[in-house]
């Protein structure tokens, strides 16, 4: 059974940080890219930020530049993005998913998890 599991979301006050976490079972996570995207209430779904475990390669959206990083324990099928100097707008429901192409695109997606809330007051 494919499963991705998100954790490490929560409350944190402007300028914070937090640590999410996405743990993959039940296919090759060597294999793909995994992804994090977000959804504000009222707003549609975006990439943040994605990791190929095959070659390493990076990818940020622009807003996040120089202050989200992500990075993969593939010996844990793991993938995590250390958020810091948060901001009140980064405030969303964060997802990852495993995909097959480096995309900011939700259908080049496969896999998804649940979601984890991400919550910064100002």
């Known amino acids: 059974e494919v499963q991705l599991v998100e954790s490490g979301g929560g409350l944190v006050q402007a300028g914070g940080s937090l640590r999410l976490s996405c743990t993959a079972s039940?296919?090759?996570?060597?294999?793909?890219?995994i992804g994090w995207f977000r959804q504000a209430p009222g707003k549609e779904r975006e990439g943040v930020s994605c990791?190929?475990?095959?070659?390493?390669?990076?990818y940020y959206v622009d807003s996040v530049k120089g202050r989200f990083t992500i990075s993969s324990d593939n010996a844990k099928n793991t993938v995590y993005l250390q958020m810091n100097s948060l901001k009140p707008e980064d405030t969303a429901l964060y997802y990852c998913?495993?995909?097959?192409?480096?995309?900011?695109?939700?259908?080049?997606?496969?896999?998804w998890g649940q979601g984890t809330q991400v919550t910064v007051s100002s």
């Open positions: 998913a495993a995909g097959g192409i480096v995309s900011f695109k939700g259908r080049d997606y496969r896999y």
């Open positions: 039940g296919f090759a996570f060597d294999d793909y890219v």
């Open positions: 990791i190929s475990n095959s070659d390493g390669f990076l």
